[in-house]
């Protein structure tokens, strides 16, 4: 979808229209449950917090005043990520919760393995770095926007993500230089 | 938008020397690569409509607040400039002062009044009568003081209250 026609349907959902709504969910529902998804690892949490996410858009949109799109619903679902995070659980349980309720399931497909195997390597990374993994992988940030969004040197973003990138190779059993 | 390859490169050369900004270059790009061929799960259509049926219940309860709100900052406005019209229109007569006078010795002059002075007058006779009363019940009591005094010295010279 083109920037304009984007533009056009935020301002039909800042107008609180129904349809609008649905069309926004069609586009960005996929990518948002694959965001909290890879975060969570949990298929359930990923659901409530996508319904979380469309739901208080309705009050947020009024608030969205140009830009990247993407950058900025991408960062209200990091936080509130963050605040299932905080609410929930506390982040080191979740991450052996995460590793402990993906069991290999042989009978799946090779892909599925895979999966299953990507999913448990970004469990053991530090939530930190998983959450700059993801937000650059789903909502397209460039380093100097992740930087910006987290008001840091775009230096110690780029070495964050390069190491958290390489981890992950190392773990999913990627040869690594 | 993420970074094109080359501008990747162009941004971490200023971070490290040619070669290993070359090196982190391409450890990004294979991850990348790693992510994008593992694609995470789709939501299902199912969740999508719960979803879409959640958005459309909250947009329709924040219209019905809104409109809520309209009508009732419509019916204050309303109120204020009904109640302003009102005001305006039914001032209150205020009689001259000849006229006033000759009201307040209307009033007074009113023989229908003479009763009601004289019920005045009988029911403050009952008050001060009663209050005269009030006056010689206390004298005759007065040995009451004296048998408080003595119960009073019981309780401090004796211990029959500690059981």
């Known amino acids: ?177 | 938008m993420k970074e094109t390859s080359e501008q990747l490169n162009t941004l971490l050369e200023q971070f490290a020397d040619k070669q290993t900004a070359g090196q982190m270059s391409e450890d990004i790009r294979q991850a990348d690569q790693l992510l994008t061929s593992i694609p995470a799960p789709t939501v299902s259509l199912q969740t999508l409509r719960s979803i879409k049926s959640q958005v459309h219940g909250h947009l329709a309860a924040k219209l019905r607040l809104r409109t809520r709100a309209w009508l009732a900052s419509a019916a204050g406005i309303a109120l204020i400039v009904g109640g302003t019209f009102f005001v305006r229109t039914h001032q209150p007569v205020i009689p001259t002062e000849s006229v006033q006078i000759a009201l307040a010795s209307a009033i007074w002059d009113d023989d229908s009044l003479g009763p009601l002075q004289y019920q005045v007058e009988s029911i403050a006779g009952q008050v001060e009568s009663l209050n005269g009363q009030s006056e010689v019940w206390f004298e005759e009591d007065a040995g009451l003081g004296a048998e408080i005094d003595d119960l009073q010295t019981i309780a401090l010279t004796t211990d029959f209250w500690k059981g």
């Open chain 1, 1 to 177: 979808m083109d920037s304009e026609t984007l533009n056009i349907l935020i301002d039909r959902c800042k107008s609180g229209q129904a349809g609008a709504f649905d069309a926004l969910i069609d586009l960005y529902g996929n990518r948002c449950f694959g965001f909290f998804y890879r975060l969570s690892g949990n298929r359930e949490i990923a659901e409530d917090l996508l319904s979380e996410l469309f739901v208080k858009l309705i009050t947020k949109m009024g608030s969205f005043d140009g830009g990247s799109f993407d950058h900025w619903l991408f960062t209200i679902a990091g936080n509130l990520f963050k605040d299932h995070l905080r609410s929930r659980y506390r982040q080191q349980k979740l991450i052996e919760a995460r590793a402990r309720e993906i069991p290999p399931e042989p009978d799946k497909e090779r892909s599925d393995e895979r999966s299953d195997h990507l999913q448990q390597a970004l469990g053991r990374l530090d939530p930190e770095t998983s959450e700059l993994i993801m937000m650059r992988f789903y909502a397209d940030l460039s380093f100097k926007e992740l930087a910006e969004k987290r008001n840091e040197p775009i230096g110690t973003t780029l070495c964050k993500i390069h190491r958290g990138l390489k981890k992950l190779r190392e773990l999913m059993n990627v040869p690594v230089r």
